[in-house]
């Protein structure tokens, strides 16, 4: 998991990627959050539980500073599969960042924290909580006293070609891959150019386990070449399946041929009387079982 935390990591992280995911998600395509705005958060806080000392890491998280006035932090986390427990995994991380303003006696103003849960499952939809309330039983008579807590989650899979055409960063061709395999048609690349292309390379193995994305990367010479886009990639990997089906054909094909081989040799043996089976069975080292069904099929020597 840890190993997969980090490339996922990966795409995210470069500011022009984060600023367009959170411009596309919260603000509908407005370009209000600039990448020159933003600066890398130290994602891991701590929390006491039991007496000890716990970290809390986000995958992604940011400072986005608008101006002088306002300062806001964006934290993301990445799912695959759907977390039942999100809503006390989002209330921690959220506590944890305000708790750390509430020690820092130098900041000057206090700001909002924004989590967003990335969701690139494609076989179902979030069905998990969505909100404390559904997270963990509330009596009625509590419900007026205890705070509801809601969390934001995306997915991704689930986005319509509008909202996708919307971004503007390498994250579009993410977008596109999980949507199009949700609707189990075919990946239809563009020519447009991948600007980080080790980190969506990186990004796909980590969501899809598809080790041939991280393979077309290093054995194609693609690092090197520069101006890669989806087309290569695809082709590489396309060009690969073909080499590796056709390298597996013949193999298959010449197993077949001894197998074909060995049958004949076997009805000849039979026919011409040279030996028993289990001695026929020895010579041509295949089980007497094998050499019997084959018997039953050659006509017997009168």
Not at 9 to 25: G, Q, R, Y
Not at 134 to 146: A, G, T, Y
Not at 243 to 258: A, F, L, P, S, T
Request: aromatic share 10%; hydrophobic share 35%; glycine share 6%.
């Amino acid at each position: 998991m840890a190993e997969k935390d980090i490339t996922e990591k990966n795409l995210e992280s470069w500011n022009d990627v984060f600023a367009d995911i959170v411009n596309v998600l919260l603000f509908n395509g407005k370009r209000l959050v600039k990448e020159d705005e933003l600066e890398t958060d130290a994602k891991d806080s701590q929390i006491k539980a039991d007496g000890k000392i716990h970290e809390q890491e986000r995958d992604v998280s940011k400072f986005w500073r608008n101006g002088e006035i306002r300062i806001s932090i964006l934290g993301f986390e990445n799912q695959t599969a759907q977390d039942y427990d999100m809503p006390l995994r989002v209330i921690s991380y959220d506590g944890a960042s305000y708790k750390q303003e509430l020690l820092n006696k130098n900041l000057r103003q206090k700001y909002p924290v924004v989590t967003l849960v990335l969701y690139f499952g494609t076989k179902e939809r979030w069905t998990a909580p969505k909100n404390l309330y559904d997270c963990i039983k509330v009596p009625s008579e509590l419900r007026p006293f205890v705070s509801d807590y809601k969390i934001n989650v995306f997915e991704i899979a689930w986005l319509d070609d509008e909202t996708i055409g919307k971004f503007q960063s390498d994250f579009k061709f993410v977008a596109r891959y999980f949507q199009t395999k949700r609707l189990s048609k075919r990946f239809e690349p563009t020519r447009e150019e991948i600007k980080h292309v080790d980190g969506l390379l990186k990004m796909f193995v980590a969501l899809t386990g598809d080790k041939y994305f991280e393979q077309v990367y290093n054995e194609g010479n693609l690092r090197e070449k520069g101006g890669v886009t989806m087309c290569e990639i695809v082709e590489s990997f396309v060009r690969e399946g073909i080499e590796k089906g056709i390298e597996q054909g013949i193999e298959q094909g010449i197993e077949q041929g001894i197998k074909r081989g060995k049958v004949e040799l076997i009805k000849n043996l039979i026919e011409s009387k040279a030996g028993s089976l289990e001695q026929i069975a020895s010579w041509v080292k295949m089980s007497l079982a094998e050499v019997q069904k084959i018997a039953d099929k050659t006509p017997q020597p009168i």
